[in-house]
């Protein structure tokens, strides 16, 4: 009765709310639930009918419509596909979809073929599928079959048609669910990019990198040629200090770390420059400022409480135009008894 209402209602709503309330994933858990809960109780003789014959029949109408089903789940789908190409749980889902389109279409075909008597071929359809399971089952745990070798082809793919770039590029994908040939193709994309892309080559690197030790996976110089520096050289003894940091950090936020930006500001208008240094994240945005203190380089961090996508594209535009400058807070801080008081 579900089924039937939501297909009377799709004309009217179209596939948005779907898409929005589990799209394809919901419609194979349903139809999975439906081939259940048939086998549960057409499981005796196939002239011995459990109910009656209008709910026979309202069952198998119901039964019928199960293709049409899987025609949606197979849009939805392929929509993903096209969008963000193959991973090991869309190879899966695809996977389940065909075998469960198999046993609708073969429930279909004895409900044509036979009308109120379509249990006598339910067997036959479930004994056929049964070896097309078995075989399948043995198929993706062989090489013929290798979802991970599928879904390197098609991330590869993508980024070498320019449909991602290199900065959003899933490497950390790779390593923790593709395995050795994501390992490969790692290692593939390192060399290639060895020159292009040195930002890249320390994210991957820091994957494989010795978490127990902390060792970031790339040497001082190698570190420094991936900070983009709006002018002028990083000095050597901010370039150490800022790899000293960086080396004390956790291996997730540089395996996280898309781009660096290092920026001469004088923040305090003292005549001597200090350096914004400016992380882009996956998900956010780092902003620290390296300071001369006694002959000794310190941090401060800046908080962001910004951290959407539009914000973060103007952000960066700005950064990569140079587009910055220095403003006084409106409310001064105060010092009484000692203690700094800052306005919010």
């Given at each position: ?98 075998l469960l389109a198999l046993f609708s279409v073969g429930y279909l075909a004895g409900i ?67 395995a050795r040939p994501g390992y490969l193709a790692l290692e593939e994309l390192k060399a ?153």
């Amino acid at each position: 009765l579900v089924s039937m209402l939501f297909l009377c209602a799709l004309p009217l709503t179209g596939l948005s709310p779907l898409w929005e309330t589990g799209g394809s994933g919901l419609i194979l858990w349903m139809q999975a639930i439906i081939l259940f809960f048939i086998n549960a109780v057409y499981q005796d003789d196939p002239d011995t009918r459990p109910y009656q014959i209008w709910l026979h029949r309202f069952i198998y109408c119901g039964a019928a419509l199960l293709p049409i089903y899987s025609a949606i789940s197979f849009y939805g789908l392929s929509l993903r596909v096209d969008q963000y190409g193959w991973s090991i749980s869309r190879c899966w889902a695809m996977l389940i979809w065909l075998l469960l389109a198999l046993f609708s279409v073969g429930y279909l075909a004895g409900i044509i073929k036979h009308r109120d008597n379509w249990l006598r071929q339910l067997s036959k359809v479930n004994v056929s599928m049964g070896l097309v399971v078995l075989a399948v089952m043995l198929l993706v745990n062989s090489p013929l079959l290798d979802f991970r070798k599928i879904v390197v082809e098609s991330q590869l793919q993508r980024l070498e048609s320019k449909k991602v770039s290199t900065n959003d590029f899933d490497v950390e994908y790779f390593r923790r669910h593709l395995a050795r040939p994501g390992y490969l193709a790692l290692e593939e994309l390192k060399a290639k990019n060895a020159q292009s892309n040195k930002g890249l080559i320390l994210r991957i690197n820091n994957l494989y990198s010795d978490n127990e030790n902390n060792d970031i996976g790339s040497n001082k110089e190698e570190f420094l040629a991936v900070i983009k520096m709006s002018s002028g050289e990083i000095p050597d003894d901010l370039g150490s200090a800022i790899y000293k940091n960086i080396s004390s950090t956790a291996n997730w936020e540089l395996q996280n770390t898309k781009r660096y930006y290092l920026m001469p500001v004088d923040v305090d208008s003292d005549g001597h420059l200090e350096y914004l240094f400016v992380k882009e994240m996956k998900y956010n945005i780092s902003i620290e400022l390296y300071f001369m203190e006694k002959e000794k380089w310190l941090t401060v961090r800046y908080s962001n409480s910004e951290n959407h996508k539009e914000f973060q594209k103007m952000f960066f535009e700005a950064i990569e135009a140079g587009k910055f400058e220095v403003a006084k807070p409106k409310w001064q801080d105060l010092i009484i008894g000692g203690y700094r008081l800052h306005a919010d």
